[in-house]
């Protein structure tokens, strides 16, 4: 109940929750609980601190799946310009030198790029189109066995960019 009433009051929570997301160190059902506040929020949700950016995409890897679950699907849903184009820089900042320590937090950055070229609205076509750029960058970037499960996301995604085009 306490979940859903986060969730219900909207942008008004954001803040709230992302500062107790901010303090670490939570207990893991807490933890999972914010990230599950925040992915019940209904949008459009403006995220311009970089702190707030930083602390999300660092979630991506979380070791507990439910949070990197919560958290992809709520940056899959946001959609104003400025906070795609905070996010996307972010995103595509995830190092990649070390597959066990951020595998997870790439792959589901990944995830959420190739939604946004698919779901962002019109008048973002400059970033889905920069996205999709990306996508093929990224494709060349992972090598070795360890990124196999990535490189095969890269490729279906740019496989349906070109079938869009």
């Given at each position: ?52 950016v ?7 890897g ?6 990197r ?43 959420i ?53």
């Amino acid at each position: 109940k306490a979940r859903a009433a986060l969730a219900s009051q909207g942008a008004v929570a954001l803040k709230p929750l992302l500062n107790m997301l901010q303090m670490g160190n939570l207990e893991p059902r807490l933890k999972v609980s914010l990230c599950y506040a925040l992915y019940q929020m209904p949008q459009s949700v403006v995220i311009s601190d970089p702190r707030d950016v930083n602390l999300l995409t660092g979630l991506l890897g979380d070791d507990q799946p439910e949070v990197r679950q919560y958290i992809s699907e709520f940056l899959m849903k946001l959609s104003d310009g400025e906070t795609v184009r905070a996010f996307h820089g972010a995103l595509l900042k995830i190092p990649s030198d070390d597959v066990a320590k951020t595998g997870n937090a790439v792959y589901n950055a990944i995830v959420i790029l190739g939604t946004w070229m698919r779901v962002l609205p019109p008048e973002l076509d400059d970033v889905k189109q920069k996205i999709g750029r990306d996508l093929e960058d990224l494709g060349q970037r992972f090598s070795g066995d360890q990124w196999n499960k990535t490189r095969q996301l890269i490729n279906e995604m740019n496989s349906l960019n070109k079938a869009r085009q």
